[in-house]
């Protein structure tokens, strides 16, 4: 089945160390997504991307760094300059033709 | 900067009421307008509009845009326990470096029996 994974779907991490989030498609969609979200809020843009090797920063991409090596897959580097790192993140996905996105299952990063 | 507010931040309902939820929006290139429901994990999809005045109907569930007030209602009729969720709007634009969705804070709906 086609679909977006996001893994792992729980990630603990001490202060001050960078982590990598991974996410990865089969739908053949060309623009990938990560948004983060925290309690009692909406979704906040991170970063997108429309084509390989080419990425766009979002509403609050300060602390974090992507890549766009391959169309399926969209990693998510936290680093140790974002304040406050834990938080539910969301990773999606958008076929160039169509309207609908389609998002993963998300990973909950806990800083400690 | 793309804004997208929603109203109520949350509501109480008894199970059979009608609810009626607010999404208005300021935004650039304005491509879509999408109502999500959201209950433990990833946000699942409700309405996709992009046309004036064109009522979008899924069982109990409808929703309608007016793109001259820049405005959307999500409208939940006979609510059932199972409707408890946080439900999002969001809002597609066009940009320099392709599209993107701006989310509202969500409206935390939980029905009682």
């Known amino acids: 089945d086609g679909g977006i994974t996001q893994s792992p779907k729980y990630l603990f991490r001490k202060e001050g160390q960078n982590v990598t989030l991974s996410c990865e498609q089969n739908l053949n969609h060309d623009a990938m997504y990560w948004y983060r979200q925290d309690p009692g809020q909406g979704l906040r843009l991170i970063y997108y991307?429309?084509?390989?090797?080419?990425?766009q920063k979002g509403d609050i991409a300060e602390g974090y760094s992507v890549s766009r090596e391959k169309k399926e897959s969209f990693p998510l580097t936290v680093t140790s300059a974002q304040k406050n790192p834990t938080a539910f993140y969301l990773c999606?996905?958008?076929?160039?033709?169509?309207?609908?996105?389609?998002f993963g299952s998300g990973t909950r990063l806990t800083v400690v | 900067e793309d804004k997208v507010v929603q109203s109520p931040l949350s509501l109480v309902v008894h199970e059979g009421d009608t609810v009626t939820l607010n999404c208005s929006y300021e935004?650039?290139?304005?491509?879509?307008l999408l109502w999500y429901k959201q209950e433990k994990k990833a946000p699942t999809f409700l309405f996709m509009l992009?046309?004036?005045?064109i009522e979008k109907k899924s069982g109990r569930l409808s929703s309608i845009l007016d793109k001259k007030e820049l405005f959307s209602i999500l409208n939940i009729t006979a609510t059932q326990t199972g409707d408890s969720a946080v439900y999002l709007c969001?809002?597609?634009?066009?940009?320099?470096?392709?599209?993107?969705?701006?989310f509202g804070t969500g409206t935390q709906l939980k029905v009682e029996l």
């Open positions: 969001a809002v597609e634009a066009e940009t320099g470096g392709g599209n993107k969705l701006t």
């Open positions: 999606a996905s958008k076929a160039r033709t169509t309207y609908g996105y389609t």
């Open positions: 935004v650039t290139n304005f491509r879509s």
């Open positions: 991307s429309q084509i390989v090797n080419d990425f």
């Open positions: 992009t046309s004036s005045g």
